[in-house]
């Protein structure tokens, strides 16, 4: 039976009231202590002369015990929370704002704001209420969250999870993961992002210790922690495992033996990336996921279990359904290129302020991503549906061309987007985007000769620029958007 992150966090403070929940530097709440400030939250919110039920509010999503009283207690109001990054930039902010009218922002007092405005800070300062007896959990079909997407391929879009939704996804997270009680997991993800926001759920709904790092630029600090604090898992970015790897080597692996699990996600993750990681941690369950916002972690990989498929995404998650459809909304068969769905209780109802009625096939999400599936259930994604290149009729993926072009010694990083064929015959065709080595010379028409027999001819850049760096979000996914937009 599926229940509210809250009621699964209220019975783990019946049965280890007395655990550790959530660490940040020197202080630290039990799960009873955790309830209790949930519970003054819950009320503070409640007092408030413009409090209505079902209402939303903006929170700044930091890694403090503010957030976390505050996220929890809003749900326990009957108050839709907005997650967003303290650093969100002023016309993301705006579009935010005005797309959801929330009764408050907390966390932005520093900027010019036309609604209510709290702080963080006064949710730490709130006195404890005795949280044992309470019984009062929201809906679950109530919207819980709702999470916008970085709009790398276009407007962001506000992603409407209910509480059923949310608390689907942590169960299926922590079955594939294997995640228990005794986990004491390492968090330096954003906790406005689906990613971080995920993590603190299936901590606290297994009732494991979840200790908040600021970031990954103090690598000494992190190696500290994992050793004084005992940490069990942690979770990151490729981003941020490519930081450590350069500023610390393979001393990650010292703690081989200590750390049981490890999820990676978010952004692409080569196959020899994967085994590098995997063969310095033999003992450990190192996973990576596949999902979206709107369908958070619906397909999982475990690179020892899955050494021979470590080019795919993996199979779907427990309790999930992923099919490949094709434009009319029928099954594809094994190995036929379409659009990857999903289905299960972890997938959104829909957007926010949106027609919904081409957002899924049935009960299966449109994920918006190409790819094939195989005979044994792995999942291969090619690319966004609306990043794909049509050159004469023939899709191309753009990861694919850029796959080639990086192992071309000299370049980088790159890039690819589609432009209108110069020679207007093809409608389509592939720029490159390169970002070159300091000191290297870099000739386009060595590149191209590079392509040659590696790559079907029509998928070979037919324009290329040169870039200082490529545009990525915050978890590393390029915004080809910005790309379209260059004038380079």
Not at 10 to 27: C, D, E, H, R, Y
Not at 351 to 369: M, V
Request: charged letters at 20%; hydrophobic letters at 40%; one cysteine or more.
């Amino acid at each position: 039976m599926v229940q509210t992150i809250e009621q699964k966090i209220w019975t783990n403070a019946a049965l280890f009231p007395n655990k550790v929940a959530i660490k940040s530097g020197m202080n630290f709440v039990t799960y009873r202590q955790l309830c209790d400030y949930v519970l003054s939250a819950k009320n503070h919110f409640e007092l408030l002369s413009f409090y209505k039920k079902n209402g939303a509010i903006i929170i700044a999503a930091g890694k403090q015990m503010g957030f976390m009283f505050a996220y929890f207690g809003a749900h326990l109001a009957g108050l839709t929370v907005i997650p967003i990054a303290v650093e969100t930039n002023p016309t993301r902010f705006k579009l935010i704002v005005n797309t959801v009218n929330p009764l408050c922002v907390i966390g932005f007092e520093e900027r010019n704001i036309e609604y209510p405005s709290l702080s963080l800070k006064e949710f730490e300062q709130l006195e404890r209420i005795d949280s044992s007896n309470f019984n009062e959990f929201p809906p679950l079909n109530n919207i819980a969250d709702i999470l916008f997407t970085t709009g790398t391929t276009g407007v962001p879009k506000g992603v409407q999870l209910t509480h059923a939704n949310i608390s689907a996804a942590a169960r299926n997270i922590n079955q594939f993961i294997g995640n228990a009680v005794d986990d004491i997991e390492l968090l330096s993800l954003p906790a406005s992002h689906s990613f971080g926001l995920g993590r603190i759920r299936c901590c606290l709904t297994k009732g494991a210790t979840l200790i908040l790092l600021g970031s990954f630029v103090n690598v000494k600090r992190i190696f500290k922690i994992i050793e004084k604090e005992n940490v069990t898992g942690f979770t990151m970015v490729p981003a941020s495992w490519n930081y450590l790897r350069k500023m610390s080597g393979n001393q990650l692996s010292q703690y081989a033996n200590q750390i049981k699990y490890i999820e990676m996600g978010s952004a692409y993750f080569s196959s020899d990336e994967k085994r590098e990681l995997s063969s310095l941690f033999p003992n450990t369950r190192v996973t990576m996921h596949y999902g979206l916002t709107e369908a958070s972690r619906s397909a999982f990989m475990e690179f020892h279990e899955d050494e021979a498929y470590l080019d795919s995404v993996g199979k779907a998650s427990p309790n999930t359904d992923i099919q490949i459809f094709d434009e009319q909304g029928n099954i594809l068969p094994f190995y036929t290129d379409g659009e990857i769905c999903v289905k299960g209780e972890h997938v959104t109802k829909g957007y926010l302020n949106t027609l919904n009625d081409k957002t899924f096939f049935g009960e299966y999400f449109r994920t918006g991503d190409w790819g094939y599936k195989n005979e044994k259930g792995y999942i291969y994604l090619k690319s966004r549906i609306k990043e794909l290149i049509n050159v004469g009729g023939m899709k191309v993926s753009p990861v694919e061309v850029e796959e080639i072009l990086l192992t071309i010694p000299g370049i980088l990083d790159c890039a690819c987007v589609a432009i209108p064929d110069p020679d207007n015959v093809l409608g389509e065709v592939v720029k490159a985007f390169i970002v070159k080595a300091p000191c290297i010379e870099i000739f386009f028409e060595k590149i191209t000769e590079e392509l040659i027999g590696k790559i079907e001819g029509y998928k070979i850049p037919v324009v290329y620029a040169l870039i200082d760096e490529i545009p990525r979000t915050q978890n590393g996914k390029i915004q080809r958007v910005l790309l379209h937009d260059s004038d380079c």
